[in-house]
């Protein structure tokens, strides 16, 4: 009598009417058929499907490879983080980003400009001091405006980006932070412009009403083999007091008095140099139009400029170099001390 080639076999519950499963062998520790050396599964006792292997090999194969894919894209897609790699067929500025609006006009240097409104724009200060050994520090003053330096080359973000620092128009530095110390030597002899400039990630300058936001100053180089530049104003005139107007009780105990005047946004007398001699002691007596803060640089000395009322500040010149005085909110340059 024949056997029954399905006699004893497990019951298939996916397929009842259908063949039953092929007996398990016999050896847990090693669980191959003898028909096709195919692996049954330890846990469940469920028996092999038909061979497959390469067939299966090739679809794991794309599925792992079009996993790569959308993990690439999302790296380097929205959210993921910018890379200096511009596309195929475009420039080094690639002009990308939803922020503002796009002009043609360029900004002198080859860089379009990305205009936003006026309200919450990018601005910039910038201040130059000569330092004690060579050239100028140079300190950066920005407002509504963040420096990115890791993702420069990406798509223009709201107030990020970094500056580009020029003299007389040519190029001299990309600064991605407020400080930048300036070599006597890049400055010629002669009076020249500094000129600081803000740009988006793309490279695209920011703008307002069709200008780039930018900030500039005026320096001095001194000749070859000097130590620092300066500033150029004029000669400071002699110090007088107002009209009908004392001198305060501070300012009789000063080897030297400087009376300012700020009215409009514009100083009286223009912003020049005080001389001192080291020890001496100077008094300045400044009123504004306005509420303002007075802060003489590296004295870490301020007074406070109540509107339209005189204010005094007297200290001792016991340091030699050139100081800043200027206004806190409003900027403005109202001397320097030039101490010996």
Not at 279 to 303: F, N, P, Q
């Amino acid at each position: 009598m024949t056997p029954d080639p399905t006699q004893d076999l497990p019951h298939n519950p996916a397929n009842p009417s259908g063949p039953a499963y092929p007996a398990a062998p016999a050896n847990p520790a090693n669980p191959v058929d003898s028909a096709g050396g195919r692996t049954w599964c330890d846990a469940c006792g469920t028996p092999p499907r038909a061979a497959h292997g390469p067939r299966r090999a090739l679809r794991t194969a794309a599925l792992v490879a079009v996993l790569l894919l959308l993990a690439g894209g999302a790296a380097t897609g929205c959210g993921g983080r910018a890379t200096t790699h511009h596309k195929p067929g475009t420039s080094h500025e690639q002009a990308s980003g939803s922020v503002g609006t796009l002009l043609e006009t360029e900004d002198g240097a080859g860089h379009r400009l990305r205009e936003v409104p006026a309200e919450g724009a990018p601005e910039v200060r910038v201040s130059a001091r000569p330092d004690t050994e060579d050239g100028w520090n140079l300190q950066l003053t920005v407002r509504n405006f963040r420096f990115t330096p890791d993702s420069t080359g990406g798509a223009a973000l709201p107030g990020a980006g970094h500056a580009h620092l020029e003299l007389d128009g040519r190029k001299l530095a990309r600064l991605y932070g407020p400080w930048f110390h300036l070599p006597a030597a890049q400055v010629p002899e002669g009076a020249h412009t500094l000129t600081v400039r803000l740009y988006a990630d793309d490279h695209t300058a920011w703008a307002v009403a069709g200008k780039p936001v930018e900030a500039a100053v005026p320096l001095t180089g001194g000749p070859p083999g000097q130590g620092a530049g300066a500033h150029t104003h004029a000669p400071a005139p002699p110090a007088s007091s107002p009209p009908g107007g004392t001198a305060p009780t501070e300012s009789t105990q000063a080897d030297r008095t400087v009376t300012i005047a700020i009215r409009g946004g514009k100083v009286t007398p223009a912003p020049g140099r005080t001389e001192l001699r080291r020890g001496e002691r100077v008094a300045l007596r400044v009123t504004s139009d306005r509420a303002d803060t007075l802060h003489v640089h590296s004295y870490d000395k301020e007074l406070a400029l109540p509107a339209g009322q005189e204010a005094t500040l007297t200290l001792t010149a016991d340091r030699t170099g050139l100081f800043e005085v200027e206004t806190h909110e409003s900027g403005l340059v109202l001397t320097q001390l030039l101490v010996r």
